[in-house]
């Protein structure tokens, strides 16, 4: 496709390396360019050149970019502006249309999403010019008709445009993003099943955190059995059929960072005989490809066509913002954190005898520690790294995993990879520095024969060594798929056994008190953590 246009285009941008990248990707698909670094010196070489596409950003000193458009229109109404913006909204987007913008693209724009616009609004001028010609022609009537219906559907997208813009705009934490973007993704192509998929470097599997059914809500991670992607394992099946998409296709998609459009399934992709027609989206943040939107059609006779893979394309870009500006402006921990407890809950839910484990963990951890008299921020932190602290598990082949019975030593040697991948995941995110310690150091022992580093004693953080008294005993007291829990005694004496070798002594002093007391067995029993 690469030299089949040789359309010039003008870039305006008061940023020269926007200039750059912009125009040597153009010139390298085929295209011409020009580029101007204010309204002013674009308004100049209109003068002199004749370009057939001009695309500006919103927000340059002097001359705006919707000004810059309005110019244009005025001189020239058959030359097409696409402008960029970091601040979308809907007046702006209002703003444009009036402006005579024929499109519209948010920043950080994708390139191959500049080409696809450039390729639409080319298009839509073809349309124009076919129409105006036609006009003088009686006999064109059924053409002309035609045609204008073509010229609605393109009024009719940009109200899709708008719809999702807005649609964004008023979300207010991560988790109501992937549900907004699988909801609105049935919304706007003709898709019956769609479904957010959040990818980690870290991580090897992709993790479904939301998806929505033709006709039907989104579920939330949490009330989900079964991961699309999973081979069944002990699960109950109370779920209706879901299509899976394969883990490698997901991660390839994610890999090359482009929207894919499967149109008809020919079974080359490894897609399942029962998706008819898919699309896979990759959604990046700053820069970074973080998960993966797909939609799939079943049944029935339609199919997906570029214009969808333009309009999904154009939403996951939306949520992406909106993601990325909660995350940078609204209470960040909280939104982080909602987003990895749905992986570490969408995890547990796997496997029956995990289930709640990280949750119970937390509470115990808190019980000790307040017995302790940590601080309300160490207690924070508890609560925190409590719940996350297996979340490196999502590293952890199923296979393995979920294996019921004894593990073989080279199983258990790929099981010991997770508090390092747990803390990995933490320190991409560039944030949480103590609670990544603790994860990292769950599993290390006070006689310094345990993992990954075999550090001892007051080597290992304090919390960390709460963490690994409470993560013991949730393991050993509740039912596991190899075994069933353990008489309270074997318990109890398991825990003191441990004291000074796997356990330091002063927390399990203070486990046994909390135990004298009645707290830890009320808090199994209720889930309440005792004042
Ligand atoms: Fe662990």
Not at 114 to 137: P, T
Not at 324 to 334: C, D, P, R
Request: aromatic share 6%; hydrophobic share 40%; charged share 25%.
């Amino acid at each position: 496709m690469a030299n089949e246009f040789k359309e010039k285009i003008l870039f305006v941008d008061d940023e020269e390396t926007i200039l750059n990248v912009a125009s040597e990707f153009f010139q390298r698909r085929g295209y011409q360019t020009l580029t101007a670094k204010s309204g002013e010196e674009a308004l100049n070489i209109l003068k002199n050149e004749s370009v057939d596409c001009c695309f500006t950003d919103i927000n340059m000193p002097e001359m705006n970019g919707l000004d810059l458009a309005e110019e244009i229109r005025r001189t020239d109404n058959t030359l097409p502006v696409i402008v960029m913006t970091g601040f979308p909204s809907l007046e702006n987007a209002i703003q444009t249309i009036k402006n005579g913008v024929v499109d519209f693209l948010i920043k950080p724009v994708n390139m191959k999403q500049m080409e696809i616009s450039v390729r639409r609004v080319m298009e839509q001028r073809r349309l124009m010019a076919e129409n105006v010609l036609l006009k003088q022609e009686v006999e064109g009537k059924d053409r002309l008709q035609k045609l204008n219906q073509e010229l609605m559907l393109k009024v009719e997208e940009l109200h899709v445009l708008n719809k999702i813009m807005s649609s964004f705009s008023t979300i207010s934490s991560t988790t109501d993003v992937f549900k907004r973007a699988v909801d609105m993704g049935i919304d706007i192509v003709p898709a019956d099943e769609t479904k957010f998929y959040v990818i980690n470097e870290s991580v090897k599997q992709p993790i479904e955190v939301a998806s929505a059914k033709n006709g039907k809500k989104s579920s939330p991670p949490q009330e989900k059995k079964e991961v699309g992607f999973l081979p069944d394992t002990h699960l109950d099946h109370q779920h209706d059929h879901t299509v899976s998409f394969p883990a490698n296709l997901l991660m390839e998609v994610a890999g090359d960072s482009i929207p894919l459009l499967i149109a008809e399934n020919t079974k080359a992709n490894g897609l399942p005989q029962s998706i008819l027609s898919a699309m896979l989206v990759p959604v990046k943040i700053r820069g970074k490809v973080f998960g993966v939107l797909v939609a799939a059609i079943c049944e029935g006779e339609k199919r997906f066509s570029e214009k969808d893979l333009y309009y999904l394309a154009f939403m996951t870009q939306s949520a992406a913002h909106a993601i990325e500006n909660l995350a940078l402006y609204e209470n960040i921990y909280q939104n982080l954190f909602a987003t990895l407890y749905a992986f570490v809950n969408a995890l547990e839910a796997r496997d029956l005898y995990t289930r709640q484990h990280s949750s119970r963990v937390t509470g115990i951890s808190l019980i000790l520690g307040k017995k302790l008299g940590c601080t309300s921020e160490q207690l924070d932190i508890l609560n925190f790294a409590g719940h996350l602290h297996d979340i490196g598990k999502i590293g952890i082949r199923d296979d393995i995993l979920l294996k019921p019975g004894r593990l073989s030593n080279e199983e258990f040697e790929k099981i010991k990879e997770h508090p390092v991948i747990g803390a990995n995941i933490l320190e991409q995110l560039g944030l949480w520095e103590n609670e990544r310690m603790i994860i990292r150091c769950h599993h290390e022992r006070f006689d310094g024969s345990g993992y990954p580093d075999g550090v001892k004693r007051t080597e290992i953080p304090f919390l960390a060594r709460i963490l690994s008294v409470a993560d013991v005993y949730d393991a050993i007291a509740s039912d596991r798929a190899y075994r069933k829990k353990m008489e309270e005694s074997v318990i109890l004496k398991i825990m003191t056994e441990g004291s000074g070798t796997q356990f330091d002594p002063d927390i399990i002093d203070a486990f046994m008190q909390a135990y004298e007391d009645g707290l830890i067995q009320k808090y199994m029993q209720t889930g309440q953590i005792p004042n």
